[in-house]
């Protein structure tokens, strides 16, 4: 049976996305194919990061104790988790909402279609990532309006990248799409006075809510 490396499942509200505000239970899976400038869960990314090995059916239990509906599966990149497929359709037949937390460099197609009750958040990496040259663009084709890419932005020239992106690849699609600032380089105001001078009215500012309700360093919120 296969066995997920789980760094931790908690109870929290969703931060940020679609579902921000909203209680969700976590599931956070260990790895990550990518190192970001600013990442703020480098600590469950490592390989020999601390993770319990656990099956479908553990995972199931574990989320249906807390008694919420959302589910948000996150990482690292949850996506590069052998079989995670099995994990997804299992948390969808316990009558789960499920928002995958994905960076944008793995192919969606291969999860695209599996049950209305999957979304995605997929990130765009901008060059202030220095992860841009990983992004997958093939993926922009499979959101839909369930869906929704996050921008995370860390100064004017990721503004104006993701508004280039935004142009070139989402003009035709009907997902959301969110401007994030990394935490302590770029102020949201900046961010507002970008949207409004570029008239970029399909970006909604999105700040992370688990860092203003507790410390931007704390774990399991």
């Known amino acids: 049976m296969t066995e997920y490396k789980v760094v931790e499942i908690f109870l929290s509200i969703n931060g940020e996305g679609p579902k921000a505000g909203e209680l ?22 490592e390989e020999h990061a601390p993770c319990r090995c656990m099956t479908v059916p553990a995972i199931v239990r574990e989320v249906c ?30 009558e789960m909402e499920v928002e995958i937390e994905t960076n944008g460099s793995v192919s969606l197609k291969p999860f695209a279609g599996l049950s209305e009750n999957i979304s995605f958040t997929m990130d765009y990496k901008l060059p202030g990532s220095g992860m841009e040259q ?10 839909t309006e369930r869906d929704a890419v996050k921008f995370v932005v860390s100064d004017r020239q990721d503004l104006l990248r993701a508004l280039a992106v935004a142009k ?7 997902c959301q799409i969110f401007l994030s600032p990394v935490f302590g380089k770029i102020q949201p105001d900046e961010i507002v006075a ?28």
């Open 24 to 45: 969700a239970v976590f599931v956070r899976l260990q790895g990550c194919n990518l190192s970001c400038s600013y990442c703020d869960t480098a600590w469950a990314n």
């Open 134 to 143: 990983a992004m997958d663009r093939n993926n922009f084709k499979v959101l």
């Open 65 to 94: 104790r807390f008694g919420v509906k959302n589910v948000t599966l996150t990482g690292g990149e949850p996506l590069l988790q052998p079989e995670v497929k099995e994990l997804l359709l299992a948390l969808t037949r316990a």
């Open 194 to 221: 970008f949207m409004k001078e570029e008239q970029f009215t399909r970006a909604r500012l999105q700040l992370q809510l688990h860092k203003l309700i507790w410390d931007p360093e704390q774990r399991g919120v």
């Open 168 to 174: 070139e690849d989402l003009s035709q699609s009907g």
